[in-house]
């Protein structure tokens, strides 16, 4: 990209990636979709089916969903910045494998749509991101900062801080949804103290943790290997 670019359309995708081995490179500037408004489902950057697609130094903010790579497979999102993204920051979903790396994106005050939140949704390494402000606006909602969904892959490095639920809801800093996921030297606090779980992982014998640390939640870790050096409170 050369210049910043804003849109006010509410449904559709701003942006399409329609061939493989695509590098998107914004350059450090703006894909915005604020002018939507809080109802929007419109979506910024999206594939299907593609391979090896690449997005770094995008600054993306106000859709529905921020990024979408779906499918496919060979993906990397890195060195971008999410904020206000209504209901996830960025996925990479239904991919044909675990090839996929997410690292080095900083994403902001995520939510206000009308489901639950999770700001990072992704099959593949999630390395080095850092996750602030996520909330969900409706009642019940959950907040979750990042949900990993590649088998034998690792959740490491990541900052995630300041989750709030809807009303009744519950937060969850790491989601662990598939086997064999490693997660390890991660910073995840609530300040507030919120419900919720730190780690949840997939199983105690599934899913192996080191060297984390949680802070304000109403439990540390759960269903997740200690495999030393997590501390929580």
Request: aromatic share 8%; proline share 2%; glycine share 16%.
């Amino acid at each position: 990209m050369r210049r910043d670019l804003s849109t006010a359309m509410t449904s559709g995708n701003a942006v399409v990636i329609a061939a493989n081995n695509v590098t998107l490179d914004c350059n450090g500037f703006k894909l915005g979709g604020l002018a939507a408004g809080p109802a929007s489902t419109a979506w910024g950057v999206y594939a299907s089916d593609r391979l090896n697609a690449t997005v770094r130094h995008c600054n993306i903010r106000g859709f529905f969903i921020g990024l979408f790579l779906s499918g496919g497979g060979g993906h990397v999102v890195e060195d971008n910045r999410f904020d206000q993204n209504l209901g996830t920051a960025l996925a990479i979903r239904y991919g044909t494998n675990t090839a996929n790396l997410v690292q080095r994106n900083r994403v902001f005050d995520t939510g206000g749509g009308p489901y639950s939140t999770a700001a990072i949704v992704a099959e593949g390494d999630i390395i080095d991101n850092t996750v602030v402000g996520a909330f969900s606006a409706v009642a019940g909602g959950t907040t979750t900062g990042i949900s990993a969904f590649g088998a034998g892959t690792e959740v490491r490095g990541n900052q995630v801080r300041e989750l709030v639920p809807g009303s009744g809801g519950l937060t969850y800093g790491i989601f662990v949804n598939v086997t064999r996921v490693a997660v390890a030297d991660n910073r995840i606090a609530n300040q507030p103290a919120q419900a919720g779980i730190g780690i949840m992982g997939f199983g105690a014998t599934d899913t192996f943790c080191a060297g984390n640390t949680i802070t304000g939640f109403g439990t540390g870790m759960n269903a997740c290997r200690n495999s030393g050096g997590n501390d929580w409170w």
